[in-house]
């Protein structure tokens, strides 16, 4: 297929907007005499005004190949084998083109592996650029910006799908969802952060697939997780998860008790949650991850220790242990590390603990490691519920006086 090649005159990518490390390493491989792209995301944020995140760029030089064109490069990666090129205060990740992982599991190599659930475990397989942009999730991720003359390379359409604001899946959707079910969570994260459609087929395969996010590996949820913590939108992010039926996927416990009867004012806190983890992000603030956990979690947990104090004669504080415990023990699709459930633990602890204003209490829970943390949950929780604002006012002093 022939590409659709939008020469320099007609896009707005200037190489100003290019950061210098990847830069050196296009004209690197360019002069080198290989095909050096920048690719993915970094592309999309360019022709879209916005500052990337970062550069990737990719290449028919092999790993070994790209080695040896840089001195300050390392070679790394299990499931897929990619080159490192170290600069002061970046790095730029440049992969070899990819052959698309096959759709079912007739394996093109022995370098290809899929489980039986259909997802694919390794692929090293090198391709052509046109194999390597197609095998990339969604159509505005494709695209290629050729150093060779400043031109964008477009194999699957996404020139004009972002001019639309559309997410739309490369191949089949419902395919593309089996092959890699985190990519269900990716078109829910790019669709908030560049307030974009996702395209109705892929809607439907969301909705209808999203139980094969019970397949995904827990370490890379968590990781994704915290990607649409972060990406800004998060409040859009947790919307169209409810509408998309992913939500209960990630969460299930939580979703089955938001989807009680009752569930109504449930998700009034997670609403409040997110819109403040998404203040936060615009300021500039960087939050805890297990401060966002015990947030999303927060009246859950509340609720699981009420529960516990009506079996046994226990205090609120042990109480909210337990309760953070037990649900993070049930919750095997995402693996929360052991010292961020402790801290969200110690978080929830902390919570009526703040109801006890005497000079004692305050020396005590000023010292904990847990304190700053424990106490921005306190602060958003009296806000958002209009409750212990005296409390609220008390610890305020207390930590000027410190
Ligand atoms: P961000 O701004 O979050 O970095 P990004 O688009 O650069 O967004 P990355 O996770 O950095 O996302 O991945 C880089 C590129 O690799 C993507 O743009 C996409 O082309 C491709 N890619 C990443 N993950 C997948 C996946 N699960 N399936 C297919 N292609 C993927
Ligand atoms: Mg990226």
């Not at 990847?22 to 005004?49: E, I, M, Q, S, T």
């Not at 827990?218 to 919307?239: D, N, P, T, W």
Request: aromatic fraction near 10%; charge should be neutral.
């Amino acid at each position: 297929m022939q590409p659709h090649i939008i020469a320099r005159p007609d896009h707005t990518i200037s190489r100003k907007e290019i950061s210098s490390a990847a830069l050196k390493v296009l004209y690197g491989l360019k002069d080198a005499g290989y095909f050096a792209y920048l690719a993915g995301g970094g592309v999309r944020d360019l022709l879209l005004g916005r500052d990337p995140k970062d550069f990737d760029v990719a290449t028919n030089a092999t790993p070994e190949e790209v080695k040896k064109v840089f001195r300050n490069c390392r070679l790394i990666g299990r499931r897929f084998r990619l080159a490192h090129v170290y600069f002061h205060r970046e790095i730029i990740e440049v992969s070899t083109f990819r052959a698309p992982t096959p759709a079912d599991d007739e394996a093109r190599s022995d370098q290809h592996v899929v489980a039986e659930s259909g997802i694919v475990m390794r692929d090293n397989v090198f391709g052509s650029p046109e194999e390597d942009a197609l095998r990339r999730d969604f159509t505005v991720n494709a695209l290629f910006y050729n150093i060779a003359d400043f031109s964008i390379i477009d194999y699957a359409g996404g020139i004009e799908d972002l001019e639309n604001k559309i997410i739309r899946v490369i191949g089949n959707p419902a395919t593309r969802f089996t092959e890699d079910p985190v990519r269900i969570i990716r078109a829910l994260r790019f669709a908030a952060a560049l307030d974009f459609e996702i395209e109705e087929s892929a809607r439907e395969a969301i909705r209808a697939q999203a139980e094969r996010l019970e397949d995904c590996s827990s370490s890379r949820l968590y990781e994704e997780i915290q990607k649409l913590f972060a990406c800004g939108k998060s409040h859009r992010v947790f919307e169209l998860a409810a509408e998309l039926g992913v939500f209960e996927h990630l969460f299930p416990e939580l979703g089955a008790w938001l989807n009680a009867p009752d569930g109504e004012s449930k998700t009034h806190w997670l609403e409040k949650t997110f819109a403040q983890i998404d203040r936060w992000r615009a300021a500039g603030f960087r939050v805890d991850p297990a401060l966002l956990f015990a947030l999303v979690f927060g009246e859950y947990h509340e609720w699981i220790a009420r529960h516990i104090m009506a079996e046994e004669d226990i205090p609120h504080a042990d109480a909210l242990v337990e309760a953070t415990h037990r649900h993070i023990r049930q919750l095997d699709r995402i693996r929360i590390p052991k010292a961020a459930t402790h801290h969200i633990a110690e978080i929830m602890a902390g919570q009526p603990r703040f109801l006890t204003t005497t000079p004692k209490n305050a020396k005590r829970m000023l010292r904990h490691r847990s304190f700053l943390d424990a106490f921005l949950y306190f602060k958003f929780a009296a806000r958002a519920t209009g409750r212990h604002e005296k409390e609220l006012e008390w610890w305020e002093e207390q930590r000027k006086k410190k």
